[in-house]
């Protein structure tokens, strides 16, 4: 089982739509949880960050945490051809530094 | 302020030969990390320099590779002897190494081993 398991997709959805995406993480103990936006041949950009369980909303991302499931996501409102890209879900344990899920790519239909 | 910097943004080396990717991090920011990422693929973590503690090797593949870090401020890692398995996109990243201790990427180096 991976650490961190994420829907490679791809996943479609139409202009205006809601993409959702989804992450599984193996190690209880995790503590921090991040959502990484990674355009075609750039690096990954932080788009979103939550420690506690429940719903955090920045503007039109809200990610989604259930530690008892070991289940995180991200939901994208009102989505946009700009939101076309690979969403990387990061995992943090008692170590520095951060467990990658291989990402799923979204594409936004105009 | 400036974000983090990374050099060569390409490298083409051939096979044997070694090769060294500098990192400079964010202003103030004390962690500082080296992930790989192979093409179609997530990130692998490499190494990890807090502060002046022992870093954490835990993630380097081989003994070719290597990497150092001056106080809080540039680092540089070594790939020896370089093969073509070695070919990937390696990204460096800083955090404030306290509180929400969120992540920030470069713009990475693209290496390719011939």
Redesign the interface.
Known sequence: QKE?EQNSGPLSVPEGAIASLNCTYSDRVSQ?F?W?RQYSG?????IM?I?SNGDKEDGRFTAQLNKASQYVSLLIRDSQPSDSATY?C?V?RS?????????TQLTVLP | GAGVSQSPSNKVTEKGKDVELRCDPISGHTALYWYRQRLGQGLEFLIYFQGNSAPDKSGLPSDRFSAERTGESVSTLTIQRTQQEDSAVYLCASSSGQGADEQFFGPGTRLTVL
């Not at chain 1, 170590?95 to 990402?103: E, H, I, K, V, W």
């Open positions: 961190v921090s991040f990484y750039k690096s990954p950009e932080l960050s420690y990387l990061a943090k170590a520095r530094q951060l467990t990658f899920g291989s990402g």
